[in-house]
Structures are given as C-alpha cells and as structure tokens.
C-alpha cells in the first residue's frame, strides 16, 4: 500500500491508520498538492476511520498545511472518523497554539500516547 504514497508513509495499528509524514520541510506548493491528494486518497470517503497523523520527520512546514490539516479535519468529522496527531516538533508546536488549533486538534506527544485515547 505505501509504495502508491511519495509524501507519506501508512501503516496500521490495530483499528487505525497511521500516516507518517515523509518529508522533513513541507514548503513548497507541489509537496501540498501531492500531501493533499494522498492524505484525501487515504480517507476516501472511509465512514469511522481512525487516523493518526505522525509529524515525527517534519521540520519545518508553511502555514499552507495548517489549511489542509483543516480539511482534513472537517472531512474526518463528515465522515464520522477521529483524527489525532503526534510527534509534532515543538517549533511547529508553537504555531499550533498561537493559531488556537492546538484546541482543535487532537495533538499527542507520541503515537503510543495517540493510539490509546482512539
């Protein structure tokens, strides 16, 4: 299944989806796209999904991710699924809570932290 993903890397933990992202600087535009079509492929309308997000490779990103993360998030809640994250750097941390996602999201120190609260 992960060789049809470049930008993330999936796995399954029990009854969740985990999918870690790859690249360590999610910056430019085409990275977004693609980070996009493969998180939305990856839902793809998958009523109840559990899916965890691993921001252990992450860096650096554009604020441009917290807008699809926002996506992501409102498509999960359509689709009646719960979304949590972990492993986010404390830097991009900051941005979180500066932003007040860190309210919304459901943000982990790890993922075995994260699977326990689905």
Request: proline share 1%; hydrophobic share 45%; net charge positive.
């Amino acid at each position: 299944m992960s060789d049809v993903y470049r930008r993330i890397e999936v796995s399954k933990q029990g009854t969740a989806e985990i999918a870690k992202f790859k690249d360590k600087k999610i910056l430019d535009e085409t990275a977004l796209d693609e980070l996009r079509v493969e998180l939305l492929r990856l839902i793809n309308d998958r009523q109840g999904l559990d899916l965890l997000l691993d921001f252990s490779n992450v860096e650096f990103m554009s604020s441009a991710v917290l807008g699809l993360l926002g996506q992501i998030h409102r498509k999960m809640g359509v689709l009646k699924g719960k979304l949590k994250m972990c492993s986010i750097h404390p830097q991009i941390y900051e941005v979180f809570k500066l932003t007040n996602l860190n309210k919304l999201f459901s943000i982990h120190k790890d993922q075995a932290e994260a699977l326990a609260k689905f």
